[in-house]
């Protein structure tokens, strides 16, 4: 929009920025950064093969592009206010595609690190001033849809990224995994720039900062975040340095706090936190956090390892039966949100996880993506309407006053929460397909006569070998289906964890009390 202004004779035109413009910015930054992660965790075993890492040098690769959002994400809705979201979006926009433009080129182990760190970096400005944009910028009738598309991208990019990593890596190239991000960068930045105009800092804001308190935050989650993202691999208490920096992470958090207490004008006081509705919603994300895992981590795990289909072969099933009907479940959420108590829709969410999750139970390894069908229909019910319900839980249980505040513990839930969920089910899995192995394994003693007799028929079908080689190959057949099959319960086990952590979910939505009136809730 422009508008006319007079200097002296000639009319010159100003610039008025287009506040829709600066919300679609915010959520193109959403999508960009839920892609990237997604890209980068689905596609690493091609990652590594491309840049010749070892399994410890990827594993750290994909750690390293990811924790450092999580070390600017807690300040940048008070960066917003004090700044505005040019400073956020526009200029790092355009940094962010010159970085992942470079990755693929280089191969040299330090600076490939150093551009994954930056691109880490600036990710974590993309995201957490999504809501805080909505606020300022939207009419509080549009509040509500906004949301819902906030919550939309981040289930909508969880299933749509295996196919897309598919393709990119099967048809265009592996380094469209990174290049591939280059023109949402693009258009978030040329987004930023039709949304905003320059404006003069907030010098007050900028004089009262916690700028220890951001630091001691930001570094100490960032710690914990390299801990669970390393634990499972490395064993957790059995390594020492997962040992050190969980403990590093956990010290600087208590630093936090004993700062937050002393400091004359604390950024995030956790008092905010000490209201009855302000802690069951906290624990509703979180639970929405570890059931979300059925999805993000136990559908396609099993699908990738123990069914061994490649990204590309599940990628469809996800967008056809998980993505499309999302778009439904969100916009059927907004209405129900609209008519019906955000309680009530957490619940109906959480139900539909629930649900999932005990459909999934009955998973034997010979399922395939057709056997997945109705467990991802309702998966995507499950994620179509419970988040929308949750953050509208959280954010009409606080004052407006301490919305950038509480927005900094809002990065808990969307990075350390999701983190934890994922390494608490990929250890358990892990640790179950050992204990089930070991059980299976008792009941195969050597001369067993069905042990002996299941030899015999597997040694037929190697027929073109010799006896001795057909035996061996015939007894790892034995090993392989042994392994598989217990892979098949450590999943059940997992699907059933996540049906408790529904239930969870559906008892403190249940506690919550009624929110107040306002653009986010029935009338």
């Avoid at 150093?114 to 509040?143: D, E, Y």
């Avoid at 994300?285 to 059925?294: E, K, P, R, T, Y």
């Avoid at 990738?304 to 059927?332: M, S, T």
């Amino acid at each position: 929009m422009t508008a006319m202004v007079l200097n002296g004779s000639a009319p010159t035109v100003a610039w008025k920025a287009n506040p829709y413009a600066a919300v679609a910015a915010a959520l193109t930054g959403c999508f960009l950064a839920s892609y990237h992660t997604r890209y980068v965790g689905i596609g690493l075993p091609d990652i590594r093969g491309a840049f010749s890492l070892s399994a410890d040098e990827a594993s750290w690769l994909s750690t390293v592009a990811n924790a450092p959002q999580i070390l600017t994400a807690p300040a940048v809705p008070w960066l917003v206010m004090v700044f505005g979201i040019r400073p956020i979006l526009l200029w790092p926009g355009f940094l962010y595609a010159a970085v992942v433009a470079l990755i693929p080129l280089v191969r040299e182990p330090a600076t490939l690190f150093a551009l994954h760190a930056s691109a880490g970096l600036l990710l974590g400005l993309f995201v957490p001033a999504t809501m805080l944009v909505i606020v300022r910028n939207l009419p509080p009738a549009l509040w509500l849809p906004a949301f819902a598309a906030y919550a939309f991208r981040l289930a909508f990019t969880l299933n749509t990224g295996p196919g897309l990593v598919g393709y990119y890596v099967q048809e265009l190239g592996w380094e469209w995994l990174y290049w591939s991000d280059i023109p949402l960068a693009l258009l978030m930045a040329a987004l930023a720039a039709f949304g905003s105009t320059s404006q003069h800092p907030n010098m007050k804001m900028v004089r009262d900062a916690d700028w220890g308190g951001m630091l001691l935050f930001g570094l100490g989650l960032m710690l914990i975040y390299i801990g669970l993202d390393q634990g499972n691999r490395l064993d957790w208490q059995e390594s020492g340095t997962i040992v050190v920096i969980l403990a590093g992470g956990g010290a600087l958090m208590v630093c936090f706090l004993i700062h937050e207490a002393c400091a004359p004008n604390p950024w995030a006081t956790p008092r905010i936190l000490y209201q009855w509705n302000t802690i069951l919603g906290l624990s509703t994300g979180i639970s929405f956090s570890l059931v979300a895992v059925s999805n993000s981590v136990l559908v396609p795990n099993f699908l990738l390892n123990v069914a061994q289909l490649r990204p590309e072969q599940i990628g469809w099933f996800l967008f056809a039966w998980i993505g499309i009907p999302l778009a439904f479940c969100a916009w059927l959420g907004v209405i129900l949100l609209r008519r019906i108590d955000f309680r009530l829709v957490m619940m109906l969410g959480f139900s539909s996880f629930a649900a999932a999750s005990l459909w999934a139970t009955q998973l034997t390894s010979a399922w395939r993506v057709d056997d997945f069908i109705p467990v991802a229909l309702l998966q995507s019910v499950g994620l179509g309407m419970t988040f929308t319900a949750v953050m509208v839980g959280n954010f009409t249980s606080i004052k407006p006053e301490v919305a950038a505040s509480f927005s900094a513990y809002i990065q808990i839930l969307r990075l350390l929460a999701v983190e934890f969920g994922a390494a608490l089910m990929i250890t358990l899995i892990r640790l179950r397909e050992q204990i089930h192995s070991n059980l299976m394994g008792l009941h195969l003693a050597r001369g067993n006569g069905s042990v002996l007799q299941a030899i015999a028929e597997r040694i037929s079908c190697f027929s073109d070998n010799k006896f001795a080689l057909a035996k061996d190959r015939s007894l790892v057949s034995i090993v392989v289906d042994v392994q598989r099959e217990a892979n098949t319960l450590a999943f059940i086990d997992g699907f059933e964890l996540t049906f408790i952590f529904a239930i969870v979910g559906i008892v403190a939505a249940g506690a919550m009390r009624r929110a107040p009136s306002g653009p986010l809730t029935h009338q």
